[in-house]
């Protein structure tokens, strides 16, 4: 009986036993790369090369298949350590990929890998994103480089927040269509976000300049830091610390009009004239007023022309209507009237007058 | 004609909240929101507050029973059919418990077999697990509900990881609130109630509860809980995926946990699916424990053997559920027996109790 | 006993001395009484006797007073215990308790004993391992006597009742009971007292023997019988309606029934403010908890988890093991033997060496294994500080248990990780379970909850809120003292 006993445990110990995955003896795979060329996907794994005097080396593993997340198989016989994917923190798609071949099968394996977190950022890239992978920024590895990139300026600045789970929160809502940052690489050691991209079915089919971010942020995000410059006259003033937030109205449903109101609440951070007295407070407020409802309208109108709606009016009538009818919507996106009503308060304007 | 069951060997009623509710609590919170999902959209989680509050008659209807033979199920049946009878009708509830058991454990050595490391054996690690929960049976009922209070007591802070979730939650995505026909709202639950199963074990502890009129509340109370729980859940998992994302995932909950960041730890989830070993552990047990109770009253082995019996059978069966679509089959069919014994045994027992004591008088 | 024929008693009184005439520190003396010429001797083992009192107490007054009989001696002896006897089995047990036996020539079938005991006793002190920074310094000796004495002085009332008994084949040791009547469970102290009689061991040395020897579980590392060197501590405890068991030969005295949580109690939190003693009661559980669990996590998460570091970390955590050829469990399993030896090694040492080879073998051991590239630095600052945390408990038997308790977890999280590790805690929290001191469960107040006994277990509450003895004692007076109502303001 005894004998039995010990023998279970031996077994227990010899048979039940995993497969480890020491830290030190992985290549633990950050930062990945997709590129498009010749009929075939070319990926790139990103991996951190911890050094003894504690700085970090970039190193990169690529290889082109047909299928999308296959690349990794073939890398494994490029490196000496296995390549794990479970620290993965960035992804970077490449502008041709994203146009033409689009991302939807990438997507999919990275839902489908348990290993995968949800905040993983993603980003599409100017030009090829192998190249962009391939710098040497910041001393502590592209990847984190990069996605603290991405997290700050969409924590503090214009670009609205997104990563993986909203990325797809977006992508499988029926009334609404995502939208990515886009990244361009200046020198070997500089890179900055230089727009955003939207999507349709996984294909990029729209991007807006930097300077757009801002309206676009106020249509699907609420502010916590941002900052903003307007002209008065001869006169500039720039605010920060804004904060946003914005509420849909259904007006009417035949037509259908959709009235979006944004609330803005800033602070005066700088201004070229000379003094600062209420009724200038009052100009300032209307002239911002005034430029995020042109610039707004302009950008809801250029998405209903391209047939996306990262701003979600789809989802948002469907959450007002009973027995909504998504193919419906489909063609009576087209015919939808929006407005956009803006109230910027300005609060303070610093310790002097 | 009964077995006395020595003082210290049972439980104060207040314990009965935590054995109702852990029961309920097990597996099926992992991934029941794509199922109720797909038959009643975002609405399901109107489903869920139905089916939780039909619990509550079921309930009553179950302390009915047992008030009035003073007992568990066995002496219910034997007073309504004859001892012979009544033992026969009960012995079905072992072949269910070993099911629920077995279930127990494939889905969880399942999950993580698939969350965190690929390459588990199933059979070791439901081994070491059988180990703990023979361990546990054997030092008796008070030890079972023990369990049973630390499963609840001690993975309780996971509640509060859901709060990572309020920055991408979307509550529009519950509106326009009955949005769909009262037939689906119906069917949906039914499937719910399917993930609320594991009250029935009332019929088996009873004895064993210390003053049981007291812990009529507490067993209410331990249901209601659980309803809250599961509505909650299903509320932030709605706000959380679209529905389209939902129904892509088969086990939600983890994947909300897989947004959970803090600064100590990066990645949530594999601490969550650790900890979830706690809470299953008592379902396991529990089940066992019923299971070898009845063997032990129905064909009097001793209920020590009873238990090395049943964890064998589960050993060498649980080889055999290999792929997720036996693994659903076999999920499936406990519900259905389940469901069938709650919903529609337990009221015609009711009933034939009620007019055998009428006829006794 | 009218059937033992006087011939034998005289018999066994010479097979008697037959024997003991063997060891060379029984002593036998003759004297003769003047007034009467009736000769008396005295029979005594020298190394038990306080000669003196002989000298001056009872030889002047034999040697000139006149006496006839047996039972003249008594009054003319200026001794208080003189105990008049004819049964000659009990010559054995009180010659070696420290009586001297006087017989009459005459006078073959009776014999007196006088109480003559040398207590060689090292006096009171301040207790070693329950040292408190304030508060009493009294600890107890090895003296039962003595022991008593400090009980019997702080709580002088009739109720506090003191039962003795004999255990020990060989060492007879007596074992003293001690309780208040009219507040414990009576049924509490029929079972101490059976399972006492129930011993059959040779030699006890120790109140540790006994715990071993009447515990519930003996398979179990923890200690079911709590115990402690300060009589204030015994005293408290009485209070509250728990039983003490003092061992003659010990100075650490027994407390049963017990539950988990008095084990990371220590005394000086009933001195300082309760605010202060429920953090610093807190602070100790974490310890705890830290150190059994910190270094199977670490050996997890490097091992399987890797996706659990913080990024940050993780640059320090890599460089840290780069250069490393062992697995972080042997790494994790060679520093925890090393602590291990250091500490066995530091016990056998004398104070003096011990210091210098505690330094040594910390720091310099530590330094020299991570230059070696033995092991990282990361995980010697764990292990330190898990060793650190394991000192923290107040109770030096739970201590050990502690140190027990962390290589099963380490074994645990090698086979499964983190999975592992909560399948160890599940068989812990399981053997707590089964735990009973005395019948009664080992984790309460946690499991089964008694929500008002929580007042003094993981945190402690003021004296205003602890006018209820423990619910778990069953005591037969739930209420200590009276507590007042509260009023208004101004009131």
Redesign the interface.
Known sequence: MKILISLLILSTILAGCIQKEIVDDVNLETGAAYDYTDGKIRGTALVPVYLSDKTVENKTFSSSSNLSRDFLRDVQRQSSDPLVSGSLKVVLFGERLAKEKGILDLIDSFQRDPSIGARLYLAVTEGDSKAVINGSYGERGNAIYLSNLIRHNMNSKDVPKTDLQRFLFDFNQKGKTPYLPRIKKLNKKAVEISGLSFFRYGHVVDTIPPDKMFYFKLLVDKYSKGTLKVNLGKDAAAIESIRSNYKMNLVSRKPLKVNIRIKVKAILNEYSGIRVTPKKIKMIEKKLEEEIEVECLKLTKRFQSKNIDPVGFGHFIKSKTRKFNYSKWEADYRYLKMNVQADVTITESGVID | MEPLIPEKAKISPFLVFFLVHTMQFGIGILGFQRLIALTAGYDAWISVIIAGLSIHVILWMMYRILDTVNGDIMSANSYVFGKKVGRLITLPYVLYFLCVALTTLRTFIEVVQVWMFQDMSTFWYAFAFCVLAIYIIFGGFRIVTGIAFFGVVLPSYLIFTFFFTFPYADLRNLLPVFDHSIKDLVKAAYQMSLTYLGYEVLLFFYPFIKDPQKSKKWAHFGVFFTTILYTAITIITFSYFSEGQLQKNIWATLTIWKVVEMPFVERFEYIGIANWNIVILPNLCIALWCGSRILKRAVHLKQKYGVLLLTTIVLITINFFKTREQINTLISYTGKISFFLNYVYIPLLFILVLIVKKVKK | MGWFSKQDKVLERETLEKTLKRSNDFKKVSYINEPTNKQFSFWFISTLIDENILQENVLPYLLEKPFEKIEDVKKIIALADVQISNNPSEIEQKLFNGYALLTLESDSHHFVFLAAHKELVRSISPPEVEFSVIGPKEAFVESINQNVNLIRKRLPVKELIVQELIVGSLSKTKVSILYLEGIVDPANVKTVMERLKNIKFDAITDSSYIVQLISDNKNSPFPQLLDTERPDRVTAILAEGKIAIFVDGSPHALITPTTLVEFFSSFEDYFLNWMLSSFFRLIRLFAVAFSILVTPIYVA???????????DL??????S????PL??ILEALFLELTIELLREAGARLPTKVGQTIGIVGGIVIGTASVEAGLTSNVLLIIVALAALASFTTPVYKMGNAIRLLRFPFLFFA??????G???C???L??HL??LTSL?R?F?EPL???RITDLKDSLIRLPFSKQSLRPQTLRTKKPVRYPFNNKSDIDE
Do not use: K, Q
Not at chain 3, 301 to 311: C, K, N
Not at chain 3, 314 to 319: A, G, P, W
Not at chain 3, 321 to 324: E, P, T, Y
């Open positions: 998460a490097l091992s399987y988890h890797y996706e659990l570091i913080p990024t993780m640059n320090t955590l890599v460089t093991r780069r250069d490393i697995p972080p090698e086979l499964w990780g983190l999975l590790i909560v399948l805690f599940c068989f929290m399981t379970l089964r019948n469960p984790l499991y089964p909850p």
